[in-house]
T-cell receptor, first 112, second 114 residues
């Protein structure tokens, strides 16, 4: 079955710098890749997603890139701000069965 | 307001005392799921349901039961809770639309079993 690995488990960056979180997946049939953000004490919320027919997607300071050949996708956050501090989860899915396979999460710390 | 509602938010109980965590969604979503979240382990799926009366095991189903008698409700039942079920639990739902996989999560239930 599908397996999703997420790295790093913790990432600390200076405010204003960029942050990159990477996930790899095992099943080449996966075609949907969302990213969720979970602030401390709150529920996970979708921040961006990408489908396999697209290589990159941007939404203001966040972007996701997908490399289908290498089977990895990455979350890029530019000009990081204190409110970006959270745990970020990647996931992968084969659309036909609704199942999301989750990465273990990355704790992003923004240093002032 | 479109939402997934979980109750209770916090629960402390004793080993062996049956409990139910309720989950209700008002978005007419087909798919509902339960996760537990533990430090360093991310989100692990307990059970899921693709429609009324259709449920299936996730990755960590032992010690849990669910039911889906109506589309909006998906309760999680712990028949005989044990301390290793102390965790943060999330219910989630998603619409029956294969082009859209956005999960809506409930606010979470922090369960402590002593």
């Amino acid at each position: 079955g599908e397996n999703v690995e997420q790295h790093p488990s913790t990432l600390s960056v200076q405010e204003g710098d960029s942050a990159v979180i990477k996930c790899t997946y095992s099943d080449s049939a996966s075609n949907y890749f969302p990213w969720y953000k979970q602030e401390l004490g709150k529920r996970p919320q979708l921040i961006i997603d990408i489908r396999s027919n697209v290589g990159e997607k941007k939404d203001q300071r966040i972007a996701v890139t997908l490399n289908k050949t290498a089977k990895h996708f990455s979350l890029h956050i530019t000009e990081t701000q204190p409110e970006d501090s959270a745990v970020y989860f990647c996931a992968a899915s084969i659309n036909s069965n609704y199942q999301l396979i989750w990465g273990a999460g990355t704790k992003l710390i923004i240093k002032p | 307001e479109a939402q997934v509602t979980q109750n209770p938010r916090y629960l402390i109980t004793v080993t062996g005392k049956k409990l139910t965590v309720t989950c209700s969604q008002n978005m007419n979503h087909e798919y509902m799921s339960w996760y537990r979240q533990d430090p360093g382990l991310g989100l692990r799926q307990i059970y899921y349901s693709m429609n009324v009366e259709v449920t299936d095991k996730g990755d960590v189903p032992e010690g849990y039961k669910v039911s889906r008698k109506e589309k909006r409700n998906f309760p999680l039942i712990l028949e005989s809770p044990s301390p290793n079920q102390t965790s943060l639990y999330f219910c989630a739902s998603t619409p029956d639309e294969r082009a859209s996989m956005s999960y809506t999560f409930g606010s979470g239930t922090r369960l402590t079993v002593v």
